[in-house]
Nanobody, 118 residues
Framework: QVQLVESGGGLVQAGGSLRLSCAASGSHFSIDVIGWYRQVPGKQRELVATTSSASSPKYADSVKGRFTISRDNAKNTVYLQMNSLKPEDTAVYYC????????????WGQGTQVTVSS
C-alpha cells in the first residue's frame, strides 16, 4: 500500500505564494501517477496537477502558468508550488496517487486547507 501525507497549507493573501508537500511512504516505488486535487464544500473534487514518469505534467486550465508540480524521487515527495494565488484557489488540497501492486490502486492523503484572502 501507499500512504500520502500532505503539509504546507495555510492562510495567504491574494497574490501570495504557498508550497504544498506530499510525502509518500509504503510501496512508493509502485507509484505511476501522483499529484493534487482540490475540493470546495458542496462541489466535486477537481484535478489541479499531476505528474508521472511517462508523460509531461498536467494542469487544470485555471492554474496553468501559476502552479508548478515537481517530484523529488530521492525524498519520495511531490510538491505543488502555488504562485499568484487567488481567492478562488481556496480549497482543501488532496494529494493523490495511482499505483500498481499486481492490480491498480488509488491512494489519497488527508487533505490540507489552503485559504486565500482578498
Amino acid at each position: 500500500q501507499v500512504q500520502l501525507v500532505e503539509s504546507g497549507g495555510g492562510l495567504v493573501q491574494a497574490g501570495g505564494s504557498l508550497r504544498l508537500s506530499c510525502a509518500a511512504s509504503g510501496s512508493h516505488f509502485s507509484i505511476d501517477v501522483i499529484g493534487w486535487y482540490r475540493q470546495v464544500p458542496g462541489k466535486q473534487r477537481e484535478l489541479v496537477a499531476t505528474t508521472s514518469s511517462a508523460s509531461s505534467p498536467k494542469y487544470a486550465d485555471s492554474v496553468k502558468g501559476r502552479f508548478t508540480i515537481s517530484r523529488d524521487n530521492a525524498k519520495n515527495t511531490v510538491y505543488l508550488q502555488m504562485n499568484s494565488l487567488k481567492p478562488e484557489d481556496t480549497a482543501v488540497y488532496y494529494c493523490y496517487a495511482t499505483y500498481r501492486l499486481g492490480s491498480w490502486y488509488n491512494a489519497w492523503g488527508q487533505g490540507t486547507q489552503v485559504t486565500v484572502s482578498s
